[in-house]
């Protein structure tokens, strides 16, 4: 199992009030009630990132892919995707360009534990992550994000 993967079993095992998630400002801005899509074909990864981000205030969902990512933005606005690099099918990059050229109004996070970040940026990404990602570094890109877009 990867580094990340064990952090992520870990951590999920031991969300409770003792939890470091739960030791960070869970809150977001007040008033705003952010949408996320979580994109990773890794079940565990995403799990893990759907729980962070309901543990800090946002509603979030999930997809495993681009493709399953393509179909559920067309059926709901998201003000944010978190997506990976390296997944079958279509990659994290060729995600972030369709979403940029479809929706320019929704802000693209990356994360990846290659480095990828100037593959992402040319697809329009607003933030590159290095995986295994620091969720508080997570949380504070996804308030920026937030700000940008008001």
Same mark, same amino acid.
């Given at each position: 199992?990867?580094?990340? &993967? $064990? ?7 031991? +969300? ?20 996320? #899509?979580?994109? %990773? %074909?890794?079940?565990?990864? *995403? %799990? ?5 981000? !309901? ?9 495993? @892919?681009?493709?399953?990512? $393509?179909?559920?933005?067309? &059926? ?5 995707? +978190? ?15 369709? +979403?940029? &050229? ?8 990356? #994360? ?13 990404? @607003?933030?590159?992550? *290095?995986?295994?990602?620091? $969720?508080? &570094? #997570? *949380?504070?890109? +996804? @308030?920026?994000?937030? !700000?940008?877009?008001?």
């Amino acid at each position: 199992m990867e580094f990340f &993967e $064990l952090n992520a079993m870990n951590a999920m095992n031991s +969300i409770n009030s003792t939890n470091p998630i739960n030791s960070m400002n869970p809150k977001p801005f007040v008033g705003i009630k952010m949408m996320i #899509l979580v994109v %990773d %074909d890794d079940k565990l990864v *995403r %799990d893990f990132l759907l729980t962070a981000m !309901r543990t800090f205030g946002w509603q979030a969902e999930g997809a495993e @892919d681009g493709f399953e990512a $393509l179909k559920i933005l067309k &059926e709901k606005q998201y003000e944010l995707v +978190i997506t990976d690099g390296e997944m079958p099918g279509m990659t994290g990059q060729e995600l972030t360009r369709t +979403i940029k &050229e479809t929706y320019p109004q929704t802000c693209v996070i990356a #994360l990846s534990a290659l480095d990828l970040e100037q593959e992402f940026k040319a697809a329009g990404a @607003d933030k590159f992550l *290095r995986k295994p990602v620091n $969720l508080e &570094e #997570l *949380r504070l890109a +996804i @308030d920026q994000s937030s !700000r940008a877009e008001r």
